[in-house]
């Protein structure tokens, strides 16, 4: 059985909706009552189900007592591991600061014969996680690590990717050398993705290097999502030019690039005016098999919609319809932002029109341009129209869309009162 599987039959079980109260006693005779009126099942999947019912409800410490009266009641069921790891679950969960709770549950654990690998090194790290107790899920798997067994790369990457959310690189860098040279885990090509999706998301261009140069120093080969990484992130920082490298560096190591190659250089270039080059790489995604969707043209839409091209922009969007690709919410707001921009507000309400008839959702920013350039142009009414559609619709919160609104039209009436030129303000 691969660790995989392990790990999924390791799952705490769905609970039925047995117990509705933490009182204990309650409990116990609601089993005892089981127990008394049928044949109970010896097994330990039935047993389990009603373990997670009830700690669903009670305290960590009654759900070790309701264990103990279920092994002493049914002396035929015998708990397994994955029975501890309901209770592991549990102790996870608790508002605790500390790990007393978490130690209580793997002591009893052992005491029991069950001694704990990495499916339950990997639960725990997993709810501690999804907890936001990211300080003892370090704490915890470093003891684990020292006591029992270390983590699977996947448990190990699973943690430094919550991890770059809540700490600084040097302390990141320091608990994976600390991984590494205590416990014997070492970062995989995953792991250095992880990170340097980090530091492009903060458009570290340095650390970027700097992760590429430790990369190549530890033998690592690139796979595609590796260089989509990277090259997503040169785009980012506006950086077109190491993209497109990257790009040529990932095609000369014999690296075939995916649709999600093409549609971040393309996003790339569009983002930094560079839309006709952009537009060259459709033929090329055609010759390799990959079709642009709606990512594609709504990022071609809103680099031609940056440089004012906007009616190429609504041609690429016929164009798009014609081949059977059918725009989204995204690529509906960047045309509506962009002709808000051009003032072509017979053609924005059109589009509106459709994005509702779609039941497609206004972006903040969309609504905001829109309701602004429709009160300044004077077309009061069909901003109100915009404003229940949004609420309505619930892209927007009713105060969100109000306070929009309700600011614009006051500077409507003191530019009215002042008497400028509403339409020269756009």
């Not at 790339?268 to 537009?279: D, N, Q, T, Y």
């Not at 043209?297 to 919609?305: D, I």
């Not at 404003?387 to 500077?411: C, G, I």
Request: some cysteine; hydrophobic content about 35%.
């Amino acid at each position: 059985m691969d660790f995989e599987t392990h790990r999924q039959e390791s799952q705490p079980p769905k609970p039925v909706s047995l117990f509705k109260s933490p009182c204990l006693q309650e409990a116990k005779s609601i089993f005892n009552s089981i127990v008394k009126s049928s044949n109970v099942p010896n097994d330990f999947r039935f047993h389990n189900s009603l373990l997670q019912s009830y700690a669903s409800v009670s305290t960590i410490n009654d759900s070790i007592a309701f264990l103990r009266h279920m092994t002493k009641t049914h002396p035929s069921f015998t708990p397994d591991k994955s029975t501890y790891h309901i209770l592991l679950t549990q102790s996870c969960k608790s508002t605790d600061t500390t790990l007393s709770q978490i130690h209580q549950t793997l002591n009893l654990m052992v005491s029991d014969g069950v001694s704990p690998d990495k499916v339950t090194v990997d639960l725990a790290v997993r709810s501690l996680c999804s907890a936001g107790r990211m300080d003892e899920a370090v704490e915890l798997i470093k003891e684990l690590s020292s006591k029992h067994c270390s983590p699977d790369i996947y448990t190990f990457n699973f943690l430094v990717k919550h991890l770059c959310k809540c700490l600084t690189l040097s302390t990141l860098y320091s608990f994976i050398i600390e991984m590494r040279s205590k416990f014997g885990v070492k970062p995989d090509l995953v792991t250095f993705t992880i990170l340097i999706d980090n530091v492009c998301n903060a458009k570290n261009l340095r650390e970027t290097l700097s992760l590429m140069s430790v990369l190549d120093e530890e033998g690592f080969k690139l796979d595609c999502y590796a260089y989509n990484t990277i090259m997503k992130g040169y785009c980012k920082m506006g950086r077109g030019n190491e993209a497109i490298e990257v790009y040529n560096k990932m095609k000369e190591a014999g690296v075939e690039p995916d649709l999600i190659t093409y549609n971040t250089l393309i996003y790339g270039l569009s983002k930094s005016g560079r839309v006709m080059e952009a537009k060259k790489l459709l033929r090329v995604m055609a010759e390799k098999g990959h079709f642009p969707d709606e990512v594609t043209y709504t990022s071609l839409m809103n680099g031609l919609c940056r440089k004012g091209e906007i009616l190429s922009a609504i041609a690429l969007l016929e164009e798009m319809e014609a081949i059977g690709c059918s725009p989204n919410s995204c690529t509906y707001n960047t045309l509506l932002h962009g002709l808000c921009k051009s003032r072509l507000f017979d053609k924005a309400m059109e589009l509106y029109g459709e994005m509702k008839s779609g039941c497609l959702k206004l972006e903040m920013a969309s609504y905001a341009t829109f309701v602004r350039a429709l009160c300044r142009a004077g077309r009061i009414a069909d901003a109100y129209e915009v404003f229940d559609y949004a609420v309505e619709s619930k892209s927007l919160t009713d105060v969100a869309a109000y306070s929009t609104l309700e600011s614009t039209l006051k500077w409507f009436k003191k530019a009215k009162e002042q008497g400028l030129k509403i339409g020269e303000h756009i």
